[in-house]
């Protein structure tokens, strides 16, 4: 799903998407600044590698997901916001679903049996 930056306004636009056992879920919203600000959360599941034992395991997702999107490069003086670039106007949601899983994927990530010895 692809949203025109031009066309968010200050009504929520709300979107969903799901990919391999993950709804994406949310809205985005014109702020200032030539910037949109998205607010979703992440849920569903994921499969990680362990990266104690290597065994793959399934991790529960259920993550709050808050940033901004500039239409293109991000001018602006407010450095304390976190702010994806668009490159052609248009913002792409399954790309950006794709970044925030490979964020999640390259974090430390250890399966329960691990998390149980960890704790002993
Ligand atoms: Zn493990």
Redesign the pocket.
Known sequence: MTVNFKKVTKTPLEFSIDSNNIVFKGSLKYDTENLVSLKATLTGSIDLD?D????E?TLPLDENIDFFISNGVYNGMNEEYDVVETIDGNINLEELLDSEIELIRSGYH??E??KQEERN
């Open positions: 362990c104690l034992c290597a065994e395991f250890s399966c049996n691990c």
